[in-house]
């Protein structure tokens, strides 16, 4: 089922993509579908409506991800709740790193994002594999443009704190969820004791961005504590899945965290003043050179992850 909608109609289109009923055409752009335009970003006094990643798509993989044993074992055992031959929904798919992962296991993937630059990444990994059931679609989260019952699995790994109103998003997946389907989410937890040159860097420059006020934001979605009860109002079955395959003790990486929040990669840094910002990262460079010494981020040392799956079923 690799098929494309009217955004209005909800009718399945063909040939030149342009619906019967209401005549409207859907654009399309270097193989992405655009069923959907800009978003209104600011909200006022209220923050943001979502964080999107355009500006920093092109950087995206070097500062998020390098350990592949993750990416791999959580696309093993998130596929396992899948039915055979299913027509996924990756909400929130960015780049691709988990659409990729889970397209072998599945009829079809609907890799949405607000992001066309997150998109194009993704394109290109797709080519790259030879992958020929990703349908790459530029869709607002909270109106999807699917009909209702349309797929037999939803994921959104690191997507529901981004969005404001999740309650509308959570709305969205069940309505285009089939009966009897599985929505997956993620909790990740680190382990930062003894603590690891990475987390002292998360930890500090937090602590430091706040006081000096540099402008950094909370996210407009769910917190972690809020996701377990938003999703048990929403789901008659919800069920957080601890699996062994998905404890790691990965080698620490802070060249890699300290490059996230120098280059203002991270969600909370979209407004920042850049010039508070270099000088909070002086005093933190300081700070850490009196605890590790001046080659902090060669430090060689080890940092516990674990992730849990939040399987709800419609």
């Not at 063909?14 to 009923?21: K, R």
């Not at 270097?30 to 999107?52: F, H, Q, R, V």
């Not at 780049?95 to 990729?100: R, W, Y």
């Amino acid at each position: 089922m690799n098929r494309i909608f009217c955004p209005d109609c909800l009718i399945p289109l063909s040939g030149a993509f342009i619906c019967p009923d209401c005549g409207g055409e859907i654009p399309q752009s270097g193989g992405i579908y655009i069923m959907t335009g800009d978003p209104t970003i600011s909200a006022g006094n209220n923050g943001y409506n979502y964080i999107g990643f355009d500006t920093i798509a092109s950087v995206y993989d070097d500062t998020r991800y390098g350990d592949d044993e993750v990416v791999e074992n959580l696309g093993t055992v998130v596929a396992e709740h899948f039915p055979p031959g299913a027509v996924l929904l990756d909400l929130g798919a960015g780049t691709g790193i988990h659409t990729v992962n889970l397209a072998n296991a599945c009829s079809a993937v609907y890799a949405c994002d607000i992001s066309v630059n997150m998109l194009e990444k993704l394109v290109l990994k797709t080519s790259d594999k030879g992958l020929t059931n990703i349908i790459p679609v530029r869709a607002n989260a909270l109106d999807l443009p699917f009909p209702d019952n349309t797929f037999d699995a939803v994921i959104a790994i690191h997507l529901l704190h981004l969005i404001k109103n999740t309650d509308m998003v959570i709305s969205e997946i069940c309505r285009t969820l089939k009966p009897g389907g599985v929505f997956i989410s993620t909790l990740i937890h680190f382990d930062n004791n003894p603590p690891s040159v990475s987390g002292r860097i998360d930890e500090i420059y937090e602590r430091l961005g706040r006081q000096n006020h540099i402008g950094l934001i909370d996210s407009p979605g769910w917190s972690k504590e809020e996701i377990d009860p938003g999703l048990r109002k929403a789901f008659p079955s919800v069920k957080i899945v601890s699996d062994p395959r998905l404890n790691f003790t990965l080698p620490d990486h802070p060249a890699r965290v300290w490059r996230q929040i120098a280059d203002l990669t991270r969600s909370s840094q979209i407004d920042v003043d850049k010039k508070l910002h270099d000088r909070v990262m002086t005093e933190l460079r300081d700070i850490l050179t009196a605890e590790f010494g001046p080659d902090f981020l060669d430090t060689q040392s080890d940092r516990k992850l674990s992730i849990d799956l939040i399987v709800c079923k419609k």
